[in-house]
């Protein structure tokens, strides 16, 4: 797909010598070749991401007041086939004593030939508010609109509003553990406009053990009940640190769904970032 960028405070030099390897990257494919690697990069670091739970040991503690970050992509394409792209996310958080709250949003809209392909909304919202270092309370909440839903089988509109106590049972250096647990009620629409409400109860479990300096085992849970499922799903890990240049994790992931034929899935994963 062609991309239309804009160059902010590059000289005319500048802009000129890069103009031919920019188009020879393009056109022999070199380029695609490079953005696949960063993506497979930032996927891996991702998972690694993953293990290391900023609240941990303890609430994190933010910057006070709004902080947060914007990102706009925006891409239009004609000749043999015309195409519009627009992708929009905000994430804001607010941080103030023992209160932090992060807000999400994301929109995506595509056109293609004049007609749409998608438009799509996704907000979350996730509150906590830290009486101390064992105890707090949260708030969960999730919103998704498809406007271009229109059947039985699609989901137009789907939310979810979930509250509850956390408690940290164990805050050791080397080990750590969480658990929260509480109520939570869900709507569902479909493209004809028929909706369900349902209320149901939320629980997670965060498991850290440091086995040695540079490795580590998780494992966190989430389970979902509400009155037409169970759901429920496990990451297991272990993560390895021999060197600032190398890092593995290794995971086995479980989901279990009691509405489905097949209630469970399994899934092996193994992540390796190597720096030379």
């Known amino acids: 797909m062609k991309r239309a960028y804009l160059l902010l405070a590059a000289s005319a030099l500048g802009l000129s010598a890069a103009l031919p390897a920019v188009a020879q990257d393009r056109i022999t494919g070199i ?6 690697i960063d993506d497979i990069d930032y996927e891996v670091e991702r998972d690694l991401r993953r293990s290391e739970d900023a609240a941990r040991f303890g609430y994190p503690e933010y910057q006070p007041g709004f902080s947060g970050n914007a990102s706009l992509g925006f891409s239009t394409q004609d000749g043999n086939t015309e195409t519009e792209d627009l992708s929009i996310g905000v994430r804001m958080r607010y941080a103030q004593g023992q209160w932090v709250q992060t807000f999400g949003l994301v929109y995506d809209y595509a056109e293609s030939e004049g007609v ?6 996704f907000a979350i919202y996730d509150g906590n508010y830290y009486f101390n270092e064992q105890f707090y309370v949260f708030a969960l909440a999730r919103a998704t609109r498809d406007d271009l839903a229109d059947e039985a089988g699609e989901v137009s509109r789907d939310g979810f509003f979930g509250v509850g106590p956390g408690f940290r049972i164990i805050n050791q250096p080397n080990v750590a553990w969480r658990v929260q647990a509480g109520f939570g009620v869900s709507y569902l629409e479909d493209g004809l406009g028929d909706d369900e409400t349902e209320e149901g109860y939320v629980a997670s ?28 799903n ?5 993560n ?15 989901d279990y769904n009691d509405s ?17």
Do not use: H, K, P, Q
């Open 31 to 36: 380029r695609d070749l490079n953005d696949r």
């Open 234 to 238: 496990n990451d297991l890990s272990v």
């Open 240 to 254: 390895f640190r021999v060197t600032d240049a190398i890092s593995t994790r290794i995971s086995y992931f479980t």
């Open 116 to 121: 749409r392909t998608e438009e799509t909304a």
């Open 205 to 232: 479990s965060r498991f850290y053990y440091e086995f040695s300096e540079g490795m580590y085992l998780t494992n966190d849970t989430d389970v979902l009940s509400s009155d037409t499922a169970l759901r429920a």
């Open 260 to 276: 489905r034929d097949i209630e469970t899935d399994n899934r092996l994963g193994v992540s390796l970032v190597v720096g030379f």
